[in-house]
């Protein structure tokens, strides 16, 4: 167990619909990554906050946000959806912005139908 | 930018038998390296990281990985698999001063024969 929390596990929606992604970083860690793993992209990079702030942004959709609360969990909002967005979104967090480690969550499985 | 590039989407092995999994990288700057596992159904679980030190990094599950600047490599190797060694395996690659952005290779599925 990473001690990253990521929630729901799995999600089936409609395209065209709106889904929000949850994830409660370790304790202690101040930096939370959002990364997408499809079949055609592979492992992607999307956003990274920092203490509340976006800190680096990535291959990230504008129909995708993310935002961090002041207790540190942080939602991915996925609207719009597409057939192609169908991913496994995975949740990372790290101490803080040049720590050398990040831990996985599990991952939260989108289906777009 | 720095990239990642895993060689053989597949490797398939016989319990007992060397496993090696091939990363290559290009970066412009020295990189922090790292493999990640991630088991059927399971997130990414860190195997070892290279951080600018010793250029032969162990790690856990008798894992180990080397540095090779000259060949811009940084090849997983374990001697002997067992079958519960079957996952898939990334490389991934992160600048310095990059916060914890990893740029990730395709991934190598390793399946181990009885």
């Known amino acids: 167990d990473s001690g990253v929390t990521q929630t729901p596990k799995h999600l089936i929606t409609a395209t065209g619909q709106r889904v929000t992604l949850r994830c409660s970083p370790r304790s202690g860690d101040l930096s939370v990554y959002w990364y997408q793993q499809s079949l055609d992209q592979g492992l992607q990079f999307l956003i990274q906050y920092y203490n509340g702030e976006e800190r680096a942004k990535g291959n990230i959709l504008e129909r995708f946000s993310a935002q961090q609360f002041p207790d540190l969990h942080s939602e991915l909002n996925l609207s719009s959806l597409e057939l192609g967005d169908s991913a496994l979104y995975f949740c990372?967090?790290?101490?803080?912005?040049?720590?050398?480690?990040?831990?996985f969550g599990q991952g939260t499985r989108l289906t777009v139908v | 930018a720095q990239s990642v590039t895993q060689l053989g989407s597949h490797v398939s092995v016989s319990e007992g038998a060397l496993v090696l999994l091939r990363c290559n990288y290009s970066s412009s700057v020295p990189p922090y390296l790292f493999w990640y596992v991630q088991y059927p159904n399971q997130g990414l679980q860190l195997l070892l990281k290279?951080?600018?030190?010793?250029?032969l990094v162990k790690g856990i599950n008798g894992f180990e990985a080397e540095f090779k600047k000259s060949e811009t490599s940084f090849h997983l190797t374990k001697p002997s698999a067992h079958m519960s060694d079957a996952a898939e395996y990334f490389c991934a690659v992160r600048l310095n001063n990059a916060g914890n952005m990893l740029t990730f290779g395709g991934g190598t599925r390793l399946m181990v024969k009885p």
């Open positions: 990372a967090s790290s101490v803080g912005t040049a720590s050398t480690e990040a831990f």
């Open positions: 290279y951080t600018s030190a010793a250029t």
